[in-house]
T-cell receptor, first 113, second 118 residues
Framework: DAKTTQPTSMDCAEGRAANLPCNHS???????VYWYRQIHSQGPQYIIH???NNETNEMASLIITEDRKSSTLILPHATLRDTAVYYC??????????????FGKGTHLIIQP | GAVVSQHPSWVICKSGTSVKIECRSL??????MFWYRQFPKQSLMLMAT?????????EQGVEKDKFLINHASLTLSTLTVTSAHPEDSSFYIC??????????????FGPGTRLTVL
């Protein structure tokens, strides 16, 4: 799976949009971009994933650049409960997603009141 | 939907004893379950992959005789830490893939089990 690069930490004001960047310049055509987050002392939570089109669900939006070398996770109206470590993971699903996930260091997002 | 539970949520044991951790998919059947370990201030590390009815596949550096995995049904996997030592103290987290959406690959994680070995 391709390697990802994320900022170590970010701050965002409560109520504002949080934009979390992720670089994945070596991504290949079969690889999807996944986002998970982990609130302190809990298991990770799936947020969203995409291949090349932008995606939106009830939690967030995922914007993937046309060349697919980077992406941005957008939390439209951040709340204090969104404070967590956010992981961007690139993985090949051609095997049906049968492999475990490789977590990097992620971005520690801190929502400020 | 897609809820995964773990039991116990925390456990303290003496060095040399064995500890069993259960992982259950509550509202779906899991094709595959995964076990991860997370040390303080570090990221999750995949330990092993288990498929129902077959032997688990362990990641390099993970001792299969120390971390016994049993995946007896499509909704239950267990991890037994045998002869636990203080260095095994960690946060153990399981995840499961929903059999219905297995092609998409997203995994659903349990809340984790905090193991402390004295």
């Amino acid at each position: 799976d391709a390697k990802t690069t994320q900022p170590t930490s970010m701050d965002c004001a409560e109520g504002r949009a949080a934009n979390l960047p992720c670089n994945h310049s070596t991504i290949s055509g079969n690889e999807y971009v996944y986002w998970y987050r982990q609130i302190h002392s809990q298991g990770p939570q799936y947020i969203i994933h995409g291949l090349k089109n932008n995606e939106t669900n009830e939690m967030a939006s995922l914007i993937i650049t046309e060349d697919r070398k980077s992406s941005t996770l957008i939390l439209p109206h951040a709340t204090l409960r969104d404070t967590a470590v956010y992981y961007c993971i690139v993985r090949d699903n051609s095997g049906g997603g049968a492999d475990g996930l490789t977590f990097g260091k992620g971005t520690h997002l801190i929502i400020q009141p | 939907g897609a809820v995964v539970s773990q039991h116990p949520s925390w456990v303290i044991c003496k060095s040399g004893t064995s500890v069993k951790i259960e992982c259950r998919s509550l509202d779906f059947q899991a094709t595959t379950m995964f076990w991860y370990r997370q040390f303080p201030k570090q990221s999750l590390m995949l330990m092993a992959t288990s498929n129902e009815g077959s032997k688990a596949t362990y990641e390099q550096g993970v001792e299969k005789d120390k971390f016994l995995i049993n995946h007896a049904s499509l909704t239950l996997s267990t991890l037994t830490v045998t002869s636990a030592h203080p260095e095994d103290s960690s946060f153990y987290i399981c995840s499961a893939r929903d059999r219905r959406t297995s092609g998409y690959g997203e995994q659903f994680f349990g809340p984790g089990t905090r193991l402390t070995v004295l």
